[in-house]
């Protein structure tokens, strides 16, 4: 052991037993379950595939959601299931103003899922049906994404987007930039897309290429990570020497700053800054049922900006690169069927240490952090 460092204590999985727990009906699911945090804001799909009158469907914490684009071009997500007789909206009819269930044909105003009408009335009914209401949630485009709040249980008439927490947003800055986004569906739950994410040791085996880095290139690293409020910095710092793309940036002859925010429920942010060049991604992972999750990535740039085809390379290299974790979980999901006991090791898992009792605190309602000042952690990668 090097002198300096703390000796390696290995926690056991089971103190999260709380939040990683198996599903009572057991067979039907890849994996083990994660407790899934509602009330805040879930990327659903890119907004760009809500054109025209075509209803979309996607799935967010187990919730089946109808999407779609209002003629005045306002986007919206419903419960996609009928308040009459459970049928899906999406099976239904939209003309631009209205989503008309194909069962009865009931139609609703999509965005406050309001009840317009119900053609079975007769003049003998004093049922009003505006006072029917389907269910719709705050639904708002950003960045590409059509992103959804997801309300809690029991959390009541739906508020005004004013009163809900501001939607995460990629940061730009400069007016000029190219942009580019990537998905990748994980067949684990979010807590491990989560920690699969921030975890620092995996990259020289999982992204080894030439590019990138190799297991020859590991060395020692020290990182110093401070709290912010529900997450943590790893603040600006001198990038990974031995990565390709930073070593690319070394051309403007600046020095290289990165910061790297987990706030959550689910969000990463990375800021690459050299002079007036940037690159910038933010990184979701959302739970898409309590067993599975999906990792969306959207980066934009002024780097390179006048290279043609640089947006077709980003992608191609992110492609690769999402790709290669999402092999790894899919092979993980493997070996997770069986519910093995794990384990976190510190300073390597200590990000994931962080995650758990974040996130322990904001299921109990509190603000407490489980840091309570900047620290160093020390790891090889
Ligand atoms: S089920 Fe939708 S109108 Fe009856
Ligand atoms: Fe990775």
């Known amino acids: 052991m090097l002198p300096g460092m703390q000796h390696p204590t290995v926690l056991s999985w089971e103190s999260m ?11 039907t699911i890849a994996g083990p379950t994660a407790t899934l945090i509602y009330d805040d804001w879930y990327p659903a799909l890119r907004s760009d595939r809500l054109r025209g009158n075509k209803l979309e469907t996607a799935m967010l914490l187990d919730l ?29 009819w939209f003309d631009g103003e209205h989503v008309t269930c194909r069962y009865h044909g009931w139609e609703f105003e999509p965005c406050s899922g309001q009840c ?4 079975s009335l007769s ?9 029917i209401f389907a269910s719709a949630y705050p639904c708002v485009e950003k960045d590409g994404y059509a992103w959804v709040f997801i309300p809690g249980a029991g959390s009541g008439r739906r508020k005004d987007i004013a009163e809900l927490p501001a939607l995460p ?27 699969g994410l921030m975890d620092p040791a995996h990259g020289p085996f999982v992204h080894q290429a030439w590019w990138w880095r190799s297991r020859a290139s590991i060395r020692e690293k020290t990182k110093r990570f401070e709290p912010i409020p529900e997450g943590f910095r790893m603040a600006a710092h001198a990038p990974s020497g031995n990565s390709a793309p930073y070593k690319l940036l070394g051309v403007y002859g600046q020095p290289i700053e990165t910061t790297i925010d987990f706030v959550l429920p689910n969000r990463r942010w990375e800021t690459i800054r050299c002079g007036d060049k940037w ?79 974040l996130k322990q605190a904001r299921l109990e309602g509190s603000t407490k952090h489980p840091m309570d000042g900047p620290v160093e952690l020390h790891w090889r990668s």
């Open 169 to 195: 947003e990629l940061p730009k800055f400069s007016e000029h930039y190219r942009s580019a986004h990537l998905t990748a569906d994980l067949p684990c739950n979010v807590d491990h897309g989560i920690i």
């Open 64 to 92: 089946p959601l109808v999407l779609g684009r209002r003629k005045d071009g306002k986007i919206f997500a419903m419960r996609d299931s009928c308040p009459h007789r459970g049928i899906p909206l999406s099976v239904g």
């Open 123 to 131: 003049s003998f009914d004093k049922l009003d049906a505006t006072r």
């Open 279 to 357: 690159f910038a991604s933010l990184t979701t992972v959302t739970p898409v049922t309590a067993s599975t999750c999906r990792i969306d990535v959207v980066g934009a740039w002024n780097v390179f900006y006048s290279v043609p085809f640089v947006t077709s390379i980003a992608k191609f290299f992110g492609a690769k690169f999402v790709r290669q974790d999402q092999v790894t979980m899919i092979q993980q999901a493997e070996g997770l069927k069986h519910n093995p006991s794990l384990m976190l090791i510190d300073d390597a898992d200590k990000p994931a240490k962080w995650y758990f009792a």
């Open 116 to 119: 317009a009408a119900i053609p």
């Open 17 to 27: 037993a709380r939040l990683t727990t198996m599903d009572p009906n057991g067979s």
